[in-house]
């Protein structure tokens, strides 16, 4: 059988430049993703073939999660087959990317059934619509933005550093209630939030800060692989407006490299409000994850 173990912060140190090499664009298999969202979800980690395979979920909801590495992908999916057979447990896949379902279903020999959940789809944007806002699809990000530094024409943005991060942690301390949805999912967040930023640099992952009047009024961090930027972290406070754009924008801004065309702002998890803002920014895709069923 695999040799599942939890997924630790020495583990995605170790592995994080081969995970980055993968040239899947949702975020679940991104490192930050997975440092954050590692308890929520119960995954766990094995390596087999030069791949990593992940298992999420506990008891008899058991799912498999798509092969990552630079290995042989076959050989690492029909590791997870036999696995579930020596385990007795349903052979199942969850969060794979619509370009592997049928490669999946190709290995293992036979059909599965096959489940979405809008919920879950992440939001991809091109790279350049998130530097200035520009044209007219965009122009209430960009509205919002200029009352922003027209109200605070002192404001600035600054990439975290080992000098500025206790106040970036002060910052998700003191602001937690306003940050917390009252579900389990956004709890377990702010908690692991915390967790998260004291070793992002470690972890090889940037984050940033929006300030008004010296004040942070934002934080966001997010990490590049492949041609994508990712963003696991933005947070900012509501009572100043166009915190939000400006934030996104800045951080875009900063980030910006070659090679790098794409911005996945992760799913909207069902939250209408949050689907709302998410499809205003106009994304050319949404990433589909899919659920596969064997039996």
Sequence with gaps: MLDFKPITKELLIREGRSLRRS?????????GCLYIWRHYY???????????????G?????????????????????????????????????????EYVDVIQSIIGRKAEIVSDR???????????????????????????????????????????????????????LNRDEFYKGSEISADELARIDEFLPCISELGISGGMLRAGGVVVGL?????????????????????SGAYQTLAMCFAE????PGVNFINRQDDTGDEGLRKSKLSYKPCALLDKFTLLFG
């Design 58 to 98: 506990d008891g008899s909801g058991l799912y498999y999660n798509c092969p990552v590495g630079t290995g042989d992908f076959s050989a690492a999916v029909l590791e997870a087959r036999d696995d579930a057979e020596k385990r007795g447990i349903p052979l199942r896949f969850s969060c794979i990317p619509s």
């Design 254 to 257: 900063s980030m910006k490299r």
């Design 119 to 173: 919920a879950s789809a992440d939001y991809l944007y091109p790279y350049e619509q998130f530097c200035g806002y520009n044209g007219k699809a965009l122009h209430g990000q960009r509205n919002h933005v200029n009352r922003f530094k027209a109200e605070h024409p002192d404001f600035s943005f600054e990439m975290l550093t080992g000098e500025n991060l206790p106040e970036a942690e002060s910052f998700m301390r």
């Design 220 to 240: 966001t961090a997010g990490e590049i692989v492949g041609d994508t930027l990712h963003v696991h972290i933005e947070k900012a406070l509501r009572d100043f």
């Design 23 to 31: 040239r899947i664009q949702i975020c679940d298999y991104t490192p």
């Design 42 to 56: 119960h995954m766990r980690c094995a390596e087999a073939d030069g791949m990593f395979i992940f298992e999420s």
